[in-house]
């Protein structure tokens, strides 16, 4: 029912050359105002029969509007947006069905504390909950993504539009961001709203940390002899405090998946996020003092392995803008709820005025070397092989932001990938480790890269989820890099499959021409298995307008990059 042919169905006549007079501008309008108002850029979303009105005021406005080929992409493409800017990505979401398809985008935006804000229609007031079948209904969309969301609000008066609007760039401001639902029936997007723009809404500081707590974790890392750090993507608007900090404790850092960056490439303290490797889970162990920031200490960045090997005996300092995630997993000797950049600057500029004693003779760098050089001689060839790859890479594309999806060089990628700054490497293969992310959230990603190459990462089994959105990227010019690794189907899940003596079913789909379908989506096309064809086609990819697909065939890769040792 998304067909232009029923918008008539309502009766208002479409297309607006100049914005109406205040006084008349309708809910959809003042919300158009409002998005521009909070410096929102881009807006992602299909237009639909009980979504229209939503546009009215978009055409005169400074809001560029992207039409992914389905709303989970409009998810996706807001997810990229908002982890390269920081930034809440924006969609205009149908009632129902459109609603329903882009749940598994907020769900995965939910998992990575993602801000992201979801505007959406739903039937009208009289009929909200009636259960008469009308189009698009559902018993109650709000209660459905409750749980996505850190609030999702139906709006029953125009009039109440800014506050809500408000409380949803408080939470993108100083909470834990995010996805924020609203959703606004089809009398009240028409119905007439008041001019709100111009009286300036002061949002909420970010939290800086009681003083006693502060106080209280600056003592135990004065006295820490082996003070170690773990910081994860909480923390990825503090890069220079946690340097600062890190130096001046000589103390060694595990970055998570969503944190890479956070260290410069190369760093000597650095230890890269190897937490469910053995070498580093040692090292984390021999601490006496962890301080642990803006991460969840979960499975997904502290065992992959799924051996619930990763353990802290020191003590436990946690810094969360959430209360409660600093008493999940692991139980801290010392809780800050607060701000990662404040905090970390609070506990730097503490430290500075207070002597340290000498730390252990092998601690700090000597000791992440030792670590590092383990983990490294305990990768297998296929990993070697694939760290071929990202040299490859960051030497064709030194600059590049990776997004990926979950596909075997994603996995080893998030082992041995180094960024070269914060936001350049996320994916979907943490937290609610969806598949087919990695292209919509490449095209969002690239939509706010500015000059910065973005390369998608993904496998030929998630490609085929989103496969479609190539067109959304060539029709809003988008010259995103997609890099294919193609296994000819689900290996990932086949080798877990064989592990386990389980006969192999539904793991070897059918595998298209991509590079066929790719040029016909109007893309450019090739394909490369040796590292120097790699970086000559990417250098190519990087100069043009339109997007290209590169496509890797793994086993032929394996045989030019064996990976093995001699």
Known sequence: MNSPENISLFGHASGHCAPRPVDTQTCGEALVRLLEHYGVELVFGIPGVHTV?????????TLRHITPRHEQGAGFMADGYARVTGKPGVCFIITGPGMTNIATAMAQAYADSIPMLVISSVNTTRQLGGGTGRLHELPSQRNVFAGLTAFSHTLLDADELPQVLARAFAVFAAARPR??????????????ARDATSRWVVLPAKAAGAPAALDEASALLAAARRPLILAGGGAVAAAPELRALAERLQAPVALTINAKGLLPRGHELSIGSTQSLAATRALVREADVVLAVGTELGETDYD??????????????RIDIDAQQVMRNFRPDVAIAADAKLVLAALDQRLATRPLPPRDADWGAPRVGTARAAVNAGYDAPIRSQAVLFDTVLSALPDAIVVGDSTRPVYAGNFVFEALSPRSWFNSSTGYGTLGYGLPAAIGARLASGKRPVICLIGDGGLQFTLPELASAVEAAVPVIVLLWNNRGYAEIKKYMVERDIEPIGVDIYTPDFLALARGFGCCAASAHTPAALADELKQAAGRRVPTLIEIDEQKWFAHVPGDLT
């Open 53 to 61: 009105e939503l546009y009215r005021g978009l055409a005169t406005s």
């Open 179 to 192: 996805p924020v639902h609203i959703e606004i029936p089809l009398d009240v997007i028409v119905a007439p």
């Open 304 to 317: 992959v392995v799924f051996d619930n090997g990763f353990a802290i005996d020191g003590k436990l300092i």
